[in-house]
């Protein structure tokens, strides 16, 4: 299995625990479990009333997995004219923002950033320079008085 089935089958997991999977079975079944979590959505729509929540996402891939993620629930993610591109708004339920949406996204946001890190290191190591680690810490020079 190569990086990026390894990576697809992490994020299906990872879905698969916030949708409450209960068995194998079910735990492989992404689609199965996208729609359980609209259920759930659905569910607690018509118990909770709908909050306005502001997310600040300055990294791109971030941003993109998590207006993605909220358009798979059936969110709209959008943001009010003059806005930082950074600001993700989002109409919801508070708790399924605090218990599904965002722990989800942390997970997931976590796993592909993993993956980006380790793909992006090998490249630069490959094709530009063999080390690839931070800059050097020195000690400051001595200030004249």
Not at 24 to 29: L, T
Not at 61 to 85: D, K, N, V
């Amino acid at each position: 299995m190569d990086a990026e089935q390894r990576l697809r089958e992490k994020l299906r997991k990872i879905e698969a625990l916030f949708a409450g999977a209960a068995t194998a079975g079910e735990k492989a079944a992404a689609g199965a479990a996208a729609e359980r979590i609209r259920r759930q959505f659905s569910d607690t729509k018509s118990r909770e009333k709908a909050e306005e929540f502001k997310f600040s996402i300055p990294d791109p891939w971030s941003r993109q997995l998590f207006t993605a993620l909220c358009r798979r629930y059936g969110l709209r993610p959008f943001r009010y004219t003059r806005m930082h591109r950074q600001t993700v708004m989002v109409h919801a339920p508070a708790s399924f923002i605090n218990n599904t949406l965002w722990p989800e996204f942390q997970e997931l946001s976590d796993a592909l950033s993993a993956h980006l890190m380790i793909i992006t290191e090998r490249i630069i190591r490959e094709e530009v320079y063999a080390t690839t680690g931070e800059a050097d810490e020195i000690p400051e020079p001595a200030r004249l008085r």
